[in-house]
């Protein structure tokens, strides 16, 4: 399945069940001036979380294009960090809550994707029972259920304040047998990855660390567009997890990478950096490292945000002389971005 399959097969289903389908918000935040780009799907939905604006409906999916720069030493060096990314996202303001959002993630993931039900792992907030024992109702065995604290499980608000509340996250193991009984899950393993989350949205958190319930209970979900298109394209039909999933392995990236290996006469081999780096594992480094940048800083100038020497407009010049950088590894020591 192609990514603008998967994409729209998401938004599709979601509008089967009386969402409205929204368009992406731009990169650059029109609903708090004092961040620096988009970094999740909720954040333009966040004054109606908060009752300040009311929507013409109760249920929304999209799929939004987002920039955080928190990992950015890690694009390059994993099978799955980026900069820039798109996360599929439903939700709901003041209308279903936990038993909703977890019945449609389960039914979509297991029925619409077909993703391999064994291979999938849950986690939710340590208090949290109630989702605790929705899981379990779904038929999910105990034992694939595991309870983590605040720092994995209660999504917080970006900023200093705002919504926030318990989440659910889904799991996938990616190691050859699948067999890890979920020793991976939070162990920042590329053969275990989040692709899921499910945020329970019902306190508006103060700048003093205080947290007050709000009027009403929302859902806030994201789903990472390219984690999933990574095990979808690349374990022929979920059955061969013989070598490691990549989300630079997809069609989201291959175009980027047959135009480069053209410009540069280099070969891009899917190696990941190890201890006493090879050539080759250079070679693939900064092909990600490229491959990642160029989509970042595409999206962003599109959404009016140019490189310069300020606020956000520094971060994309500071991107953009990464990306030049790796680019030596690569044989360029002329202008060759324009040509991506």
């Known amino acids: 399945m192609k990514t603008d399959e998967i994409r729209e097969k998401y938004l599709s289903f979601y509008e089967t069940k009386g969402h409205t389908r929204c368009e992406s918000d731009v990169l650059v935040p029109t609903w708090d001036p004092s961040v620096l780009f988009t970094p999740a799907g909720m954040n333009p939905f966040k004054d109606h979380f908060l009752g300040k604006v009311k929507l013409d409906f109760t249920r929304a999916t999209s799929s939004q294009k987002c920039l955080r720069t928190g990992d950015i030493d890690n694009v390059g060096r994993t099978s799955y960090h980026h900069t820039f990314f798109e996360m599929l996202g439903n939700f709901s303001v003041g209308e279903y809550f936990k038993e909703e959002a977890i019945g449609y993630a389960w039914e979509f993931i297991t029925e619409s994707l077909k993703l391999p039900k064994d291979r999938l792992w849950i986690t939710v907030y340590l208090e949290?029972?109630?989702?605790?024992?929705?899981?379990?109702?779904?038929?999910?065995?105990?034992?694939?259920?595991?309870?983590?604290?605040?720092?994995?499980?209660?999504?917080?608000?970006v900023g200093a304040e705002g919504p926030c509340g318990p989440c659910s996250e889904l799991h996938i193991d990616l190691t050859p047998e699948g067999d890890t009984k979920g020793s991976l899950v939070n162990a920042d393993s590329g053969q275990c990855i989040e692709i899921w989350n499910l945020?329970?949205?019902?306190?508006?958190?103060?700048?003093?660390?205080?947290?007050?319930?709000?009027?009403?209970?929302?859902?806030?979900?994201?789903?990472?567009?390219?984690?999933?298109?990574?095990?979808?394209?690349?374990?022929?039909?979920?059955?061969?997890?013989?070598?490691?999933?990549?989300?630079?392995?997809?069609?989201?990236?291959?175009?980027?990478?047959?135009?480069?290996?053209?410009?540069?006469?280099?070969?891009?081999?899917?190696?990941?950096?190890?201890?006493?780096?090879?050539?080759?594992?250079?070679?693939?480094?900064?092909?990600?490292?490229?491959?990642?940048?160029?989509?970042?800083?595409?999206?962003?100038?599109a959404d009016g945000i140019q490189p310069g020497n300020t606020d956000r407009n520094y971060v994309l010049r500071r991107i953009l002389r990464r990306a030049v950088r790796y680019g030596r590894t690569l044989g360029f020591h002329e202008p060759f971005f324009f040509k991506l």
Do not use: C
């Open 128 to 157: 949290d029972d109630e989702a605790f024992d929705m899981w379990r109702r779904i038929g999910l065995p105990e034992e694939r259920i595991s309870r983590w604290g605040e720092k994995e499980n209660f999504w917080g608000p």
């Open 199 to 301: 945020v329970f949205i019902q306190y508006n958190a103060n700048p003093d660390g205080t947290f007050v319930p709000l009027a009403a209970r929302h859902v806030d979900t994201g789903m990472g567009f390219e984690r999933v298109a990574a095990v979808m394209q690349s374990t022929n039909g979920f059955s061969d997890f013989s070598r490691p999933v990549s989300n630079y392995d997809t069609d989201v990236f291959s175009p980027i990478f047959a135009e480069l290996e053209k410009l540069s006469g280099k070969k891009y081999a899917a190696t990941l950096p190890g201890p006493g780096q090879t050539g080759q594992e250079k070679t693939d480094t900064a092909f990600r490292v490229i491959g990642d940048h160029i989509r970042t800083l595409s999206f962003s100038i």
